[in-house]
Nanobody, 127 residues
Framework: QLQLVESGGGLVQPGGSLRLSCAAS????????IGWFRQAPGKEREGVSC????????NYADSVKGRFTISRDNVKKSVYLQMNSLKPEDTAIYYC????????????????????WGQGTQVTVSS
């Protein structure tokens, strides 16, 4: 059974850090790019970052460049999102997703190009 499970969300003060994890199972993980997305209340889901199957290529939305870092461990079948210098506008539910077959990470991820999604983890940035 294909699964993606996010963890690591929580409440953090502005300027703080969180590390999200995405644990994958049920598919050949090392063959697929993985993306991170977020959705705030009343807003559309937006791409945050993606990483290629090998981990050699990454992309970020302009709003998180220089603050967020994506990485992956193909042995552990996991992808991580290190989030630093968090701002209140980063508050959202964060999702990881698997790219469609033959998909790639050549730009900040577009949700339409991803087919399997986790259940999400809440990130709240507030004082």
């Amino acid at each position: 059974q294909l699964q993606l499970v996010e963890s690591g969300g929580g409440l953090v003060q502005p300027g703080g850090s969180l590390r999200l994890s995405c644990a994958a199972s049920g598919f050949a993980f090392n063959y697929f790019p993985i993306g991170w997305f977020r959705q705030a209340p009343g807003k559309e889901r937006e791409g945050v970052s993606c990483i290629s199957d090998s981990g050699g290529r990454t992309n970020y939305a302009d709003s998180v460049k220089g603050r967020f870092t994506i990485s992956r461990d193909n042995v552990k079948k996991s992808v991580y999102l290190q989030m630093n210098s968090l701002k209140p506008e980063d508050t959202a539910i964060y999702y990881c997703a698997r790219a469609k077959v033959f998909g790639s990470c050549v730009s900040p991820p577009d949700p339409r190009h991803y087919d399997y999604w986790g259940q999400g983890t809440q990130v709240t940035v507030s004082s």
